[in-house]
């Protein structure tokens, strides 16, 4: 089945492009580490199989924010129990606020998702458990207009991948693979598991 490095990759970029388009299967959610030290689960939202680029949405004011602003070297930890697979990818992240892409990401999602970028920022202290939304939109989805001062909220991450490792379980012993990107093209080679 995973006969040679470029099968594998072949896996890699095609268990990607399905995990951002399919919400049932489990690397839809993957960790997403920064070099602070820290991790959290985020939706991905496009695999660009051309550029090896990972597509997030998040809000300007999250702390993974300025952690990635301050040094951009990331690792996002895909496991999919059912098809036995790991895939740990680093790579370097980009925020894009105010930006054509950005825009597009904003156009396609719908009022009540955008809804999430009305509310205060994430980490934001509060005497009593709250959602951080104005009492207005609890369940409530805005209108156009009432979404205007969420946009300022809203960027994309975007994750340029430089390094994959894909790991397959298998009773008849596990197989890893690792992959580097040097100048636009991967050099693979088996691993140990
Ligand atoms: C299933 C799930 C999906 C999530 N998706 C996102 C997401 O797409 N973007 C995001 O910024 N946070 C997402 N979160 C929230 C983050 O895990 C995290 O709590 C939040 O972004 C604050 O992270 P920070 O303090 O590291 O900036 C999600 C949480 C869960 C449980």
Redesign the pocket.
């Known amino acids: 089945m995973f006969e040679t490095l470029e099968d594998v990759r072949r896996d890699c970029a095609n268990r990607l492009i399905r995990a951002a388009k399919d919400r049932k299967v489990p690397m839809h959610?993957p960790a997403v580490v920064?070099s602070d030290v820290?991790a959290?689960?985020?939706?991905l939202r496009e695999f660009d199989a051309e550029a090896w680029t990972l597509r997030?949405?998040?809000?300007t004011r999250?702390?993974?924010?300025a952690a990635i602003e301050a040094d951009p070297r990331m690792a996002v930890l895909f496991y999919d129990k059912g098809a036995k697979v790991q895939i740990r990818v680093r790579g370097t992240g980009r925020i894009l606020r105010d930006d054509p892409v950005t825009q597009a990401a904003w156009e396609k999602g719908t009022n009540f998702a955008k809804r999430c970028y009305l509310g205060k920022g994430?980490?934001a202290v509060s005497q009593v458990p709250t959602s951080g939304l104005p009492a207005a939109f609890e369940g409530v989805e805005p209108s156009d207009e009432d979404l205007h001062p969420a946009w300022d909220n809203f960027a994309v991450l975007l994750v340029e991948l430089e390094a994959l490792d894909w790991f397959y379980l298998a009773h008849t012993g596990h197989v890893r693979a690792q992959f580097e990107r040097e100048g636009g093209e991967w050099k693979g080679r088996w691993v140990s598991p």
């Open positions: 959610t920064t820290d959290r689960t985020m939706v997030f949405h998040t809000d999250a702390p993974k924010v994430p980490g």
